[in-house]
């Protein structure tokens, strides 16, 4: 697999190398000796959960600011997403900078996000499937989010005709308002 590093410090694509015949393909999608390798950092998951989503769904920005964070390996199984590693992280150089990468079924492609970032997606077709391996489990008092349409990140999402977005992210606080109340991550 190869693995890069993304514009903002913790955050990489994995690309694999796919074995295919007429049978179809075969991928080793993480391993966690090459990944420590690769990035010098020790993602060791204890939890995994999988969305659905259909075309124009916009999930996050989401984070957490417990102790140990909760670092994510995000995949798609079936269909295609923009995935998106926001800085959240006020003592960041890139502070309220995002990254964009498309990930989809077809290329195999992961991002892995170290503890402490903030993350979101929009799916851009039906029938989305995305896979997120974590390094902690769900803790509620612990789980923040921002406005995915927040005037300070500015993100530019796709064009998919409509966003559907869950009350909670609809409704969560802009990066400001986050920062002045004390609940970003403090840790890079």
């Not at 390996?73 to 900078?97: A, N, Q």
């Not at 969560?172 to 308002?177: I, K, Q, S, V």
């Amino acid at each position: 697999m190869n693995v890069s590093s993304l514009g903002i410090q913790g955050a990489w694509l994995i690309t694999p190398q796919r074995h295919g015949d007429d049978r179809g393909w075969f991928q080793e999608w993480f391993k966690h000796s090459e990944v420590l390798e690769k990035t010098g950092y020790d993602f060791a998951p204890l939890q995994a959960n999988i969305s659905h989503s259909a075309r124009g769904t916009i999930r996050g920005v989401h984070y957490s600011t417990a102790q140990v964070g909760q670092a994510k390996l995000v995949t798609v199984l079936h269909g295609e997403i923009d995935d998106y590693v926001v800085d959240i992280r006020p003592s960041s150089p890139t502070f309220g900078k995002w990254e964009r990468v498309r990930l989809s079924a077809h290329n195999g492609h992961s991002v892995l996000l170290s503890a402490h970032l903030g993350h979101a997606f929009h799916a851009l077709v039906d029938d989305t499937v995305v896979n997120y391996l974590v390094t902690a489990e769900y803790n509620p008092t612990a789980e923040h989010g921002i406005t995915p349409m927040c005037p300070h990140l500015a993100i530019d999402w796709a064009d998919t005709g409509k966003y559907l977005l869950a009350p909670k992210d609809e409704q969560a606080p802009d990066l400001h308002t986050q920062h002045n109340a004390g609940l970003l991550p403090t840790k890079l």
